[in-house]
């Protein structure tokens, strides 16, 4: 299965600011997805990244508040723009092969 | 909207116990899927179940599949304080390869 490399790991940031999340995937996957989760609870899907086409969103989860890139089969990127401390979560990305899902290992992430 | 109900959400155990996490739905998923996840990571997969009725053994711990495969167990055989995480079920049901999570069951495992 595929590995996934996310970073930062964690951050602490000021409130109306932005940060990206990177993920690299040391193979070519077709469908990525990004999702946000409270500590010790489950996961919430924000939107699914395809190549070549724009992000698809869930219900509550806006491309203005959380842009997407899919440059290529390995990569990906998500943004928290004009955060609040609602937006303190851990957010993850994972990818299918279609034979299972691969997460990255998480960012954890502060508003103050 | 899909949606996966589990149970217990918390369950706090002695090592050598046995214990079993549910996971339920109204809605037939193509495959139903069991993560564990530990503090500070992701979610990793342990098993996935795709034919009703299947049951997969994984050293102490065994994954059931319901016949209609609206529903799945994880049974875990005399628990040891390793196997202390968060476990999640997950459904995958349509062709756009999404999952539906349940909300998960924190074990703790005390020696």
């Known amino acids: 299965s595929a590995v996934i490399s996310q970073k930062p790991s964690r951050d602490i940031c000021q409130r109306g600011t932005s940060l990206t999340i990177q993920c690299q995937v040391d193979s070519q996957v077709t469908m990525m997805f990004w999702y946000r989760q409270q500590p010790g609870q489950s996961l919430t899907l924000i939107a699914t990244?395809?190549?070549?086409?724009?992000?698809?969103?869930e219900s509550g989860f806006v491309i203005d508040k959380f842009p997407i890139s899919r440059p290529n089969l390995t990569f990906s990127t998500l943004t928290v723009s004009n955060m609040s401390p609602e937006d303190s979560s851990i957010y993850l990305c994972?990818?299918?092969?279609?034979?299972?899902?691969?997460f990255g290992s998480g960012t954890r992430l502060t508003v103050v | 909207t899909q949606l996966l109900e589990q149970s217990p959400q918390f369950l706090s155990i002695q090592e050598g116990e046995n214990l079993t996490v549910y996971c339920n739905s109204s809605?037939?998923?193509?495959?139903l899927q069991w993560y564990r996840q530990e503090p500070g990571e992701g979610p990793v997969l342990l098993v996935t179940v795709v034919t009703g009725g299947e049951v997969k053994k994984l050293k102490r711990l065994t994954f059931q599949f319901g016949d209609a495969r609206k529903d799945s167990s994880l049974h875990i055989t005399a628990a040891q304080p390793g196997d202390t995480g968060l476990y999640l079920c997950?459904?995958?049901?349509?062709?756009?390869?999404?999952?539906?999570f349940g909300k998960g069951t924190l074990l703790t495992v005390n020696p």
């Open positions: 809605s037939v998923f193509s495959s």
């Open positions: 994972s990818d299918t092969t279609g034979s299972g899902y691969t």
């Open positions: 990244a395809n190549q070549g086409s724009e992000a698809t969103y």
């Open positions: 997950a459904g995958e049901g349509g062709s756009n390869y999404k999952l539906t």
